[in-house]
C-alpha cells in the first residue's frame, strides 16, 4: 500500500482523475470478459452524475503516482431503502493483493456508517467457469452471498447463424423467424386477451403512471434471495428523469409492453437499451409481468416483439446482454428458447452493521 492515495473524485470538476477512474474499472472489467466487457462511458456517468436526484453518489480513487490503481463507488438511495448503501469496486489486475481494495472498502463502509446506512449491497462478476476472486474478500469481510444472477449473451453473429442452420449474408443480423417464430405462436395461444405496444426513447404521457408502478414491481416481485430491499418508489417524475438521463447519455431505448384489453391495464413490460460508445451491442434491462398475469407466456410475447423491433430500427446489433437470477427459472427458459447463452456469473453480497 506504499505510496496509495485514496482521495474522492467529482465526476463534473475532475476531467482527468475521472478518466483515470473509468479506465481502471474498464481494465479490471476486460480482465475477466475480454471484448465483451460491459462498461458505462465517462460521458454516461456524467451525466447521471449531474442529473439524478433519486440518488446521491460518491466515488473514491485509489492513487498511486500518477495512476488509479482502483476505483469504488458509494451509491445512496434517496428516495427509498434509505437504510441501504450500495458499493462497487475494483482494482486494476497489476494492482491487486496489495491491500488497496481493501482501503477502498474500509473509506466505503466508513461512509456508508457517516450517512447512517447499516445495509451494506456489493455485486461481483466473473466470466462462467471462472473463480470469483471476490468470494474470499468478501466472506473475510462479513458479507453474504445473498442473490447469484447470470449474465447470458445472444450472440448475432454469423457463428449462431450457423448453430441455428440460418443462411444468409453474415455482415447482416440473422433472421429470427426460425427463432421467434415458436415463441409467438405459443405465446399466441395464451395471450389473445392482451395488445402489445412498443415505443422508442420515450413512455407516451397515456401510460407514465401505469408504466411507473411497473418499474416499482421490479423491487418486489422479482427474485431477491436474501437481500433486504423495500418496494422502491416510482412515479411519473422519476420515470421522466430515467428518461431524460438516457437522452442525455446519448441512449437509444426500445420497450414494449402488454396491455389487458378488457382493463385497459398495463401488465407487462420489457426494455432495452443501446449505448452510443458501443453500438452493436444492446442491454436488456427489465423485463416484468404482473403476478396475476403470470403463465399466460406475456414475458415471451413481449421480448419477442421487443427484440424484433430493435433490430429493425438498429440492424447493426450483434450481441444483447441480460441478467437474470439463477433461481428465475421461467425467465431463464425464454432466454434460453431466444439463443441466449450463460457467459457470466454475477454474485449479490449483503452485510449489515450494527
Request: charge should be negative; glycine fraction near 8%; proline fraction near 4%.
Amino acid at each position: 500500500m506504499a505510496g496509495i492515495q485514496i482521495v474522492r473524485v467529482d465526476p463534473l470538476v475532475d476531467d482527468e482523475l475521472f478518466d483515470g477512474w473509468v479506465a481502471a474499472s474498464v481494465e479490471s472489467g476486460e480482465y475477466e470478459f475480454g471484448e465483451w466487457h460491459t462498461e458505462y462511458s465517462a460521458q454516461e456517468l456524467r451525466a447521471a452524475q449531474r442529473l439524478s436526484t433519486d440518488c446521491l453518489i460518491l466515488r473514491l480513487a485509489a492513487v498511486k503516482g500518477d495512476v488509479v490503481a482502483g476505483q469504488a463507488t458509494l451509491t445512496l438511495p434517496l428516495l427509498d431503502n434509505r437504510q441501504t448503501a450500495e458499493l462497487a469496486l475494483s482494482v486494476r489486475p497489476a494492482y491487486r493483493r496489495q491491500g488497496i481494495g481493501t482501503r477502498l472498502l474500509d473509506e466505503l463502509e466508513s461512509l456508508a456508517t457517516a450517512h447512517a446506512r447499516n445495509v451494506l449491497r456489493a455485486e461481483s462478476q466473473v466470466a462462467a467457469g471462472r473463480p470469483d476472486p471476490a468470494d474470499p474478500f468478501a466472506t473475510a469481510r462479513g458479507y453474504t452471498a445473498e442473490l447469484v444472477d447470470l449474465r447470458s449473451d445472444l450472440d448475432l453473429r454469423g457463428d449462431l447463424r450457423g448453430d441455428l442452420g440460418l443462411r444468409g449474408d453474415l455482415n447482416r443480423p440473422m433472421s429470427l423467424d426460425a427463432l421467434l417464430g415458436p415463441l409467438e405462436e405459443d405465446a399466441a395461444t395464451r395471450a389473445g386477451a392482451y395488445e402489445v405496444l412498443t415505443w422508442w426513447d420515450d413512455v407516451p404521457d397515456v401510460w407514465v403512471d401505469q408504466r411507473a408502478d411497473l418499474a416499482s414491481r421490479m423491487s418486489t416481485d422479482t427474485p431477491m434471495g436474501g437481500l433486504l430491499v423495500q418496494q422502491e418508489a416510482w412515479d411519473g417524475d422519476r420515470l421522466r428523469e430515467q428518461i431524460q438521463i438516457l437522452h442525455a447519455q446519448g441512449r437509444r431505448l426500445v420497450e414494449t409492453v402488454a396491455v389487458e384489453r378488457a382493463s385497459g391495464r398495463l401488465v407487462a413490460f420489457t426494455d432495452l437499451v443501446v449505448s452510443a460508445h458501443t453500438p452493436r451491442v444492446a442491454y436488456q434491462w427489465d423485463t416484468l409481468v404482473r403476478k396475476e398475469h403470470r403463465g399466460r407466456r406475456l414475458g415471451q410475447l413481449v421480448k419477442s416483439a421487443n427484440l424484433r423491433a430493435l433490430l429493425r430500427e438498429l440492424p447493426g446489433i450483434s450481441r444483447v446482454v441480460t441478467y437474470n437470477a439463477q433461481v428465475n427459472e421461467p425467465m431463464l427458459r425464454v432466454n434460453r428458447a431466444m439463443g441466449f447463452t450463460t457467459v457470466g456469473v454475477m454474485t449479490q453480497w449483503q452485510k449489515m452493521l450494527p
